[in-house]
């Protein structure tokens, strides 16, 4: 299933994609697309069976706004350097294991949502990323079946970042990281069954219109597996937390100088294979 929250800031409402393209309410059946949804087998059938039964309304697309796909996020965990090609690009070592951060909830915002540049910054950076979404409480996960049975589905994410935050001003990544409206969310939320091999995955990000990053989630050097599995020895993770997976190569930072940083008015587009696209024009905070 491909689910998904529209509406205004705040007051967005469940929806299902269908698949003729059509947009279905689901607010007949679910409050809303969250932690305990993802965790509720019983809702997720009733969810399931009224769309293949096709009961559902359909609703009007024009001028209605996409949310993030999970409302209450818990916490967004981040994987740092996790491709191949990226590592090369910036000249890292290749992890030995996952380096992780964190970004707080209330960075994310819908996928076509303004991201703003933040006030003094001057290396605003993309980073498209695929997105795991925990639909099992998982603590301390022994292997890679384990990790995959508590992923409820796949999203597209948006790392935005601000390179002199992150690394020329001290302390940790998360100065840059966090930024408001530093980590667009969807379109969707597609269920796991309907990714049947998230290391198989075409990913990319535009620019004005021009192809910046053209990679593939094979490329990654700790998979969507090992990521959950890891994490878990770390910390709990609950129904509705979100892990990024980290990004493929051409990041601005990757870039001979002068390097690209993204400007006001920049418009930054980005896709994952069957997982959607997001549109983000960009303006000074």
Not at 90 to 101: D, Q, V
Not at 254 to 273: F, M, T
């Amino acid at each position: 299933m491909k689910l998904l929250r529209v509406g205004p800031v705040g007051a967005e409402r469940p929806a299902l994609l269908d698949e003729a393209g059509l947009l279905r309410d689901l607010s007949g059946l679910v409050t809303d697309i969250d932690g305990a949804l993802l965790a509720d087998d019983a809702a997720l059938a009733a969810v399931r069976a009224a769309a293949t039964a096709g009961d559902l309304p359909v609703r009007d697309t024009a001028g209605l706004r996409i949310g993030p796909p999970v409302a209450r996020i818990g916490k967004v965990v981040c994987i740092g350097l996790n491709y191949h090609d990226h590592a090369r690009e910036t000249g890292a070592a290749t992890p030995e294991e996952p380096i992780l951060f964190m970004k707080a909830p209330d960075t994310v915002v819908g996928p076509d949502d303004t991201v703003l540049i933040p006030r003094g910054s001057v290396k605003t950076d993309w980073e498209v990323e695929l997105a795991v979404v925990i639909g099992r409480t998982a603590r301390y996960l022994a292997d890679d079946e384990q990790a995959l049975a508590v992923v409820a589905g796949y999203a597209v994410a948006h790392d935005v970042s601000e390179r002199a935050f992150q690394i020329e001003r001290g302390g940790q990544w998360d100065k840059g990281k966090n930024c408001e409206t530093f980590n667009p969310l969807g379109p969707w939320l597609v269920t796991a069954d309907e990714v049947p091999d998230p290391q198989a995955l075409g990913i990319r990000l535009w620019v004005n219109g021009e192809l910046k990053q053209d990679g593939t989630t094979a490329e990654q050097i700790f998979p969507v597996a090992e990521v959950v599995r890891y994490v878990s020895q770390f910390m709990t993770l609950y129904p509705g937390d979100v892990i990024n997976t980290g990004t493929p190569a051409g990041v601005a930072m990757g870039q001979p100088e002068p390097k690209p940083y993204l400007r006001a008015g920049d418009v930054v587009e980005l896709e994952i294979d069957g997982l959607g696209r997001q549109r983000q024009a960009l303006r000074l905070a």
